[in-house]
């Protein structure tokens, strides 16, 4: 959800030139994400989508089950008895000014299940069936790499590389509470993984040339773009 408003953010500090911050290049930017937005979630439904059928209508469930609590997107239909995403969003702002700390309460749910061990978590190791104390072990040293690769990020941020990758985890940390696991699991995050596990690539290495300008040889440039046109290929 706030991936796409922080690499914004990242670009129009990237491409300030000599001002403090490039308004132009945020504009630009975000002209070019709504065109994205509107083609695919408003023209395109309308093409081939069900007859009156929602865009993001199951995000309703989502935020109703946030707004109670955290109780997962299936309370909706059992507490409404409906599946009108447009009713079921009025339930959830009614819910939510009735009782907004209850959110708040659900939001602190969601990143208990992102980051702690357990079959939600973003670092799923096993099962409490077998061998937890290893699965406790091993999440115990990955949360250890990450806070060292966050470190390392902030240490080095005079690198666009760094300040990349800071904003996209920034984007991901604050998209928990409205994509919380106990809804989907990782699969919410599946687009932004790499925003996510780079940190685990810096905090296990030792990153000490993010300030140099990496200048592929022709035979590593072949590779990459070959990798690009075939990932493209096979997405359409």
């Known amino acids: 959800f706030f991936v796409f408003p922080m690499l914004t953010l990242w670009v129009g500090w990237i491409f300030r030139g000599t001002k403090r911050f490039s308004f132009l290049s945020v504009v630009l930017i975000l002209a070019l994400l709504a065109s994205g937005y509107f083609v695919v979630n408003t023209f395109y439904p309308r093409l081939v989508g069900v007859p009156k059928g929602s865009s993001f209508g199951n995000f309703a469930y989502t935020i109703y089950g946030q707004v109670r609590g955290g109780i997962g997107w299936h309370s909706a239909i ?69 806070l060292r690769g966050i470190y390392l990020l902030i240490f080095k941020r005079r690198s666009d590389l760094s300040t990349l990758l800071l904003a996209g985890f920034i984007g991901i940390l604050l998209s928990i509470p409205f994509l919380p696991p106990i809804d989907g ?52």
């Open 78 to 146: 059992d507490e409404l008895g409906t599946r009108n995403p447009s009713r079921v969003y009025q339930a959830a702002w009614d819910a939510f000014l009735a009782k907004p700390s209850d959110f708040f309460k659900g939001a602190a749910g969601a990143y208990r299940d992102f980051f702690f061990p357990g079959g939600r978590s973003i670092f799923v190791f096993g099962t409490k069936d077998q061998n937890y104390e290893l699965d406790l072990v091993l999440w115990g040293l990955t949360i250890i790499i990450m």
């Open 185 to 236: 699991g990782m699969r919410f995050y599946a687009s932004t993984m790499p925003f996510f596990f780079a940190l685990l690539a810096a905090g296990a290495s030792r990153f000490t040339d993010l300030d140099e300008e990496f200048v592929p040889a022709k035979h590593e440039m072949f590779f990459f773009r070959f990798a690009a046109v075939s990932i493209l290929t096979l997405t359409v």
